[in-house]
Structures are given as structure tokens and as C-alpha cells.
């Protein structure tokens, strides 16, 4: 199959742009955490039903966008999504009290569960050896929206308000949706598989009820979801909890906040694509490559994480450093789990199979800032932001472990099934 490399490289910049923007407006709810209790008088287990209440409708979302993304085009459905993020971030920006701001902030959950139609499009234009490299650049826009969210928090908050970031980025949305609507084209689905690269011609191939029922009879599939629900509680915990952390725990300025996780953040953008580069080149080795690189990650997230926190108070020299360190290895499962995804499951019910995926996940990120605001309340964000991490840390290790001893049967399974795809494809190819 023939293939622009130009243009699939514009495709991956908007997608880009779209990921990196709106995690800006996702994430930015974390540094605004006080001006935001402040504004509404409420605690810290109030503050996290609005943090979770964004995840529940997210994670029941994820099934009806992957459903969707599998039947009609991406693009289009990218600008949908992109069009309902600037408009309820707009509610949320002029919600008058405690009860319409949680049911509008809410109700942006709802484009927060597009991305796997986005990741399911960017399959069908890079193929399965450069995967973990262009998903880790793709994830890296998590560690530099939330930078962004930091830094205009830290330098507009104060001066221009949290309600009118919120009508900044929503703006955003409504031109990002413009921009997918009129210059993103879908790819035939399955085009970028090695089986499929000499041909001219490729069969449509569109969501299969049978085929995504047979997701649930692939082992390493089923893992995945288990590792997906326990693994997302740290990284809600820190994104959520994390800057209340230094300022009531550390006693932190806002100025050593930055500096203390503006490095940090920029290596745990790094960590994205550092795991997605490692997963690729062990993957070319054998197939239990990413699933072992991820457990690596973890592991070592979740020791250097426990040394970190329990650096004391007044050297915080010693903790940005172990900061940075921490930072790099924690990202090191994500672009390894979606390129596994993948491995693993036909073009058709990518969207679908990844969006099980993600509702898998969201029940666990749902419940971890609700949690952690909870323990917070009763002992302290140190023992809940330690506590949860390192528990789900040893957990997601052990169900990684047991996804790479069964991948590889799975593995292999899809690629027979895209050979016989290839061969009765090639009858559709033109004569000379």
C-alpha cells in the first residue's frame, strides 16, 4: 500500500496539537485545585468528585466513541469531539456554584474519551516497528499540557482568573475541531500492516461484533484491561493531588513549585518517548519486548517514587533531583500498552479494543482522586499520593509480567490472520 509520507506526518501534527491542547485543558483543573476550593468553599473529598466525576463519564463514553470510531470516519468524529471539549469547558468557566460546576466539569469527560479513534488512526499510517516511538512522542503531550496548565496557572491564574483560562482553552477546542473537519482525510483501516505494504488496494474492513467479542478470549488482552484499571490510579493521583502536595504537605511556593516541576515534567515528557524507543527496539527481538520494558518502567517508578517522597522536608535540592529521576521511568508502560493493543487485535476493533481499554482504566482513575482525597482528609496527601501509588505500582508489575509470558501466542495469532488477509486482497490489485 502505497503511503505520503508527508502527509501522515501532517495527520501526526494535528493530532499533536489536538492531544497536546487539550490535555493542557484537561490538566489545568490540577494547579487551579485552590483558587478552585477557595472559590466554592468546599474540601478536599468534595474536590475529588470533581476530579472523578469527569472519569466516570469518560470511562462510560469510551465504550460509545470506540464503537464509533470503528464504523464512521475518525477525522470527522475528532472534530465532534474537539467541538463538545470548547464547549464545555465554556460551562465550566461560568458554573455560578459548587453543584453546575461539578455537573458541567463533569460533562467534559465526554471528548476525554476520544482518544482511541485518534490513536486507531495514527495505526493506519505508521506501521507496528515505529509504533511505540510515535504513540511515546503522542504521549509525551500528558507531561507538557500539564506544563503548560502549570505555567498559566502559576503566571495567569492570579491575574486574569481560572474562569477565563477556562475560555482561553475552550476557544482552542472550537479551532482544532475546524482544523479536523476540513484537512484530516481517514486511512484505509489496516493500510500500515507489513502484510498489507505492496499492495495497491486494500479491503474495507469495518467494526465486527464477533471479532470484538474475541477480544475477551485473548489472554494477554484481558491482562491488559486488568493492568489498565490498577495502573491508572497513580498517574491520577499525582496529576490531580500532586501540586496540593507540595504547597500543604512540602509547604511549597508557588515559584518553587514550578522550579521543583517544571524539569520534572519536561523528563517525564522525555520518559514517553524513552519507553516507546525501548519497547520498538526489543520488540524487533522478540515480542515479549514491550510488555518487559514496561514492567521495568513500573518497577523502578514505583522504588524511586518511595525514596522521593520520604526525602525530608527541607532538602529540596535533593527531592527535584529524585524527581527527575522518578520522572523518567513511571511513563515507560503507556506507549508500550497501547502499541501491545495493537499487536494484538485486527485493524476493525482498534477503537473499539482500545477503548475497552481506557474504560478499564478510567474505573480505576475514577475512583483514585476520590480515594486520595478521602485518606487525605483523614491521615495526609503524602500517605495517600504513597500509598496508592506504590500498591497499584506492584500490582500493574505482577499483571505485566503474566501479559508478557502470554503475548507472544497472541501476537502471532494476528499476524497469520492478516496474511490470510493479505492474500484474498490481493485479488482486488489492478491488472498491469
Not at 470511562?59 to 464545555?88: C, E, H, M, N, Q
Not at 460533562?107 to 488512526?121: A, H, K, Q, V
Not at 505555567?151 to 491564574?157: K, N, P, R, V, W
Request: proline letters at 4%; glycine letters at 10%.
Amino acid at each position: 500500500m502505497k503511503k505520503r509520507s508527508g502527509y501522515r506526518w501532517f495527520v501526526f501534527a494535528v493530532c499533536f496539537a489536538f492531544l497536546l491542547l487539550h490535555q493542557s485543558d484537561r490538566l489545568l483543573i490540577g494547579p487551579l485545585t485552590t483558587p478552585i476550593m477557595e472559590t466554592f468553599g468546599i474540601d478536599e473529598a468534595q474536590m475529588g468528585w470533581i476530579f472523578g466525576g469527569a472519569l466516570i463519564v469518560a470511562a462510560v463514553f469510551y465504550l460509545i466513541w470506540g464503537y464509533l470510531f470503528d464504523r464512521y470516519s475518525r477525522p470527522k468524529l475528532l472534530a465532534l469531539a474537539s467541538a463538545i471539549w470548547g464547549s464545555t469547558t465554556w460551562f465550566s468557566a461560568i458554573a455560578p456554584n459548587f453543584t453546575t460546576f461539578f455537573i458541567s466539569r463533569s460533562s467534559t469527560g465526554i471528548d476525554d474519551s476520544s482518544y482511541p479513534g485518534l490513536f486507531s488512526l495514527i495505526s493506519d499510517y505508521f506501521g507496528p516497528k515505529m509504533r511505540g516511538k510515535v504513540y511515546g512522542l503522542l504521549q509525551l503531550t500528558a507531561p507538557l499540557g500539564y506544563m503548560i496548565g502549570l505555567l498559566a496557572a502559576t503566571m495567569l491564574g492570579g491575574l486574569i482568573g481560572w474562569r477565563n483560562l477556562f475560555y482561553i482553552t475552550g476557544i482552542l477546542g472550537i479551532i482544532l475541531a475546524v482544523v479536523f473537519f476540513l484537512f484530516v482525510r481517514d486511512a484505509p483501516r489496516g493500510q500500515s500492516e507489513p502484510e498489507m505494504e505492496n499492495l495497491e488496494m486494500i479491503g474495507a474492513h469495518r467494526f465486527d461484533k464477533q471479532v470484538a467479542l474475541g477480544l475477551f478470549r485473548k489472554r494477554s488482552m484481558l491482562l491488559l484491561f486488568a493492568q489498565g484499571f490498577v495502573g491508572i490510579f497513580p498517574w491520577n493521583v499525582i496529576t490531580f493531588w500532586f501540586f496540593r502536595y507540595l504547597e500543604v504537605d512540602r509547604g511549597y511556593d508557588a515559584n518553587t513549585i514550578l522550579f521543583t516541576m517544571a524539569p520534572a515534567i519536561l523528563m517525564l515528557a522525555a520518559g514517553y518517548f524513552v519507553g516507546g524507543a525501548v519497547g520498538d527496539f526489543f520488540f524487533r527481538r522478540t515480542p515479549r519486548g514491550r510488555m518487559l520494558t514496561a514492567m521495568f518502567g513500573v518497577i523502578t517508578g514505583a522504588v524511586l517514587l518511595y525514596i522521593t517522597i520520604n526525602i525530608p522536608d527541607q532538602n529540596q535540592s535533593l527531592f527535584a533531583i529524585m524527581m527527575i529521576l522518578t520522572a523518567l521511568f513511571i511513563p515507560f508502560a503507556a506507549p508500550n500498552v497501547v502499541s501491545t493493543v495493537y499487536d494484538i487485535t485486527l485493524p476493525e476493533v482498534r477503537s473499539t479494543s482500545l477503548s475497552i481499554q481506557y474504560f478499564m482504566e478510567n474505573g480505576g482513575a475514577a475512583l483514585a482522586p476520590i480515594l486520595a482525597g478521602y485518606i487525605a482528609r483523614l491521615y495526609s496527601l503524602e500517605t495517600a499520593i504513597l500509598g496508592i501509588c506504590i500498591t497499584a505500582w506492584v500490582l500493574g508489575a505482577v499483571i505485566l509480567g503474566l501479559t508478557a509470558y502470554f503475548v507472544p501466542a497472541d501476537i502471532h495469532t494476528l499476524r497469520t490472520q492478516m496474511q490470510e488477509r493479505a492474500q484474498a486482497d490481493s485479488a482486488l490489485q489492478p491488472a498491469d
